[in-house]
């Protein structure tokens, strides 16, 4: 009776160990079918096929990747993430947006208000830069006469450089009012949109 007890208890542990049983198969690299009843060293760069041992596919695991298709990837989940960032960045500048500028009114009035300043400092400087240049002329006329003093030649040439600049500052001036309106262009189309998007 104990043999046969004994007997029943080895057998069971048989079949739950084979009843776990895994059977690895894959393709070496000259295309011979290798499997094994554990991992396959020569297989260790390809896809393997896992099965339990009635022969069903338990799964399939693929082969590692190789360099470039780990940087490749490494390239995929950088620009993932860099998308992401970018659309957080711009939920908050939307969201900072619509806090400031409650109509299209309130975005005109806010142009009109930077660009007004610059206009005036541009203005301000054309009506310097035309009297500079006005004295400019007549200092050349008496210059070509020739009847210039050592004083009143330094202030020739400062008048000169006064008027080199007026010219640079009304340039970088105009400059600067163009990237304004440019802003404020941008501001403008994205309040419709975020508008748009609101309404719809």
Not at 46 to 52: C, G, K, L
């Amino acid at each position: 009776m104990k043999g046969a007890v004994k007997t029943l208890f080895f057998l069971s542990i048989w079949i739950a160990i084979h009843a776990h049983a895994k059977i690895y198969m894959c393709k070496d690299a000259s295309g011979k079918t290798l499997s094994s009843d554990r991992p396959i060293p020569e297989c260790a760069d390809r896809p393997v096929r896992e099965y339990s041992n009635n022969g069903n596919t338990r799964k399939e695991l693929a082969a590692p990747l190789t360099a470039e298709q780990k940087r490749a990837l490494e390239l995929q989940e950088e620009k993932k993430k860099a998308e992401q960032l970018a659309a957080a960045e711009q939920k908050r500048s939307d969201r900072a947006l619509s806090a400031r500028y409650r109509s299209e009114d309130d975005i005109a009035a806010a142009r009109k208000r930077d660009t007004d300043l610059v206009s005036i400092q541009i203005t301000q400087y054309k009506a310097a830069l035309h009297g500079a240049e006005k004295e400019q002329a007549a200092g050349l006329e008496r210059k070509q006469k020739g009847n210039l003093s050592p004083s009143m030649q330094a202030k020739l040439d400062r008048n000169d450089q006064s008027v080199r600049d007026l010219h640079k500052h009304i340039k970088d001036g105009e400059a600067e009012l163009a990237q304004m309106n440019e802003k404020y262009d941008q501001i403008l189309r994205r309040y419709r949109e975020i508008t748009t998007t609101a309404s719809n």
